[in-house]
Nanobody, 122 residues
């Protein structure tokens, strides 16, 4: 398990922007793919975006493609999620995840942060 900490959640108006950040605490060995999931109360956690350990490959859920951008800080286990053109349906708790296996990460079986709440409302 990798300790992860998310920051950057908050309240934003529809059409606005917000950037989330996630960092792995302390020194960790190996190369970790990182990503974001989100969860609305009463619903299953859903995949949002992921980025490879090198930063060279990324993937997005169809619902956020073209609006969200995932990136990572070079040489660090830190990942950002830039969210633009936010919609009320983007309201959720956003969780950072990390794992050396992209398949495990995409299945939602990697390490998790505690989550940060994003509320899109006027």
């Amino acid at each position: 398990q990798v300790p992860l900490e998310e920051t950057g959640g908050g309240l934003v108006q529809p059409g606005g922007s917000l950037t989330l950040s996630c960092s792995a605490s302390g020194e960790i060995a190996g190369n970790y793919h990182m990503g974001w999931f989100r969860q609305v109360e009463g619903k299953e956690r859903e995949f949002v975006a992921a980025i490879s350990w090198s930063g060279g490959n990324s993937g997005y859920a169809d619902s956020v493609k073209g609006r969200f951008t995932i990136s990572r800080v070079y040489g660090k286990n830190t990942v950002n999620l830039e969210m633009n053109s936010l919609k009320p349906e983007d309201t959720a708790v956003y969780y950072c995840t990390a794992d050396p296996s992209i398949m495990i990460l995409r299945r939602g079986e990697g390490s998790w942060g505690k989550g940060t709440l994003v509320t899109v409302s006027s």
